[in-house]
């Protein structure tokens, strides 16, 4: 019964998102990253979509915010170093090698204070 309702629970999380991203034609970092979350959790994949991943590090950052979400401020989430291991995906270390341009102010305040040391 909990592998089930671990199957739905993917499957009403994330496949409207891959929908999403295909319909924006955007990249398949973030489908990537989620198939390896689900497979962490003992979920399978059909072979043929790890197969057709075209994922690109540097791919265009999109202004999601839209609309109403325009009306309020960016909100950078602190990364909390001292309540544990730090987990930032590898694309971002290097995009921000990569991309002199990509410096979301709470990463930049993270990695002036502690580097990249330590960030799985």
Partial sequence: MRKIVQIL?????????????????LNDNA???????SEKSGLSVEAHLVQSLKTN?????????????????????????KEGKVLIHESVKVRWEKDSKYRPKNLKK???????????
């Fill in 57 to 81: 590090t540097l791919a265009t950052l999109h202004n999601s915010r839209k609309g109403f979400f325009r009306i309020k401020g960016k909100d950078y989430r602190p990364i909390k170093h």
């Fill in 31 to 37: 489908f990537d990253w989620m198939i390896k979350e």
């Fill in 9 to 25: 629970l993917f499957i009403i999380s994330y496949v409207p998102l891959y929908v999403i991203l295909l319909l924006q034609n």
């Fill in 110 to 120: 993270y990695v002036e204070k502690y580097g990249w040391e330590g960030v799985e």
